[in-house]
């Protein structure tokens, strides 16, 4: 089993930014793929962005790409969501994922954090 805590949402203006964390525990983290996803008010879950195992093959919505860079410290068992350029359209809750595969169904969840962003 993995727990995953999300960390860091809040309300900013549009053009703002905002840094989410996500802290891990039970599983080695090294092994996981870690990724954020989105869920806005009467909206599906979308994906945002992920993160290969030693830190690399990171992968990009193309709502996002080029504003928001994902990031992890696996000695800090955590990965990070630096948003930048903030839209009012980012406004979501923010929510950590993991997979002890490098492709496949995202195994676990955090319990998201809320990112308002005001225009």
Known sequence: QVQLLESGGGLVQAGGSLRLSCAASGRPFSILTMGWYRQALGKE???VASIGRSGGSELYADSVRGRFTISRDNTKRS???EMYRLKSED???YYCA???TQVGRWEY???GTQVTVSS
């Open 98 to 100: 993991a997979r002890s």
């Open 79 to 81: 990965v990070y969501l």
């Open 45 to 47: 879950r979308e994906f």
């Open 91 to 93: 406004t979501a809750i």
């Open 109 to 111: 969840w955090g319990q």
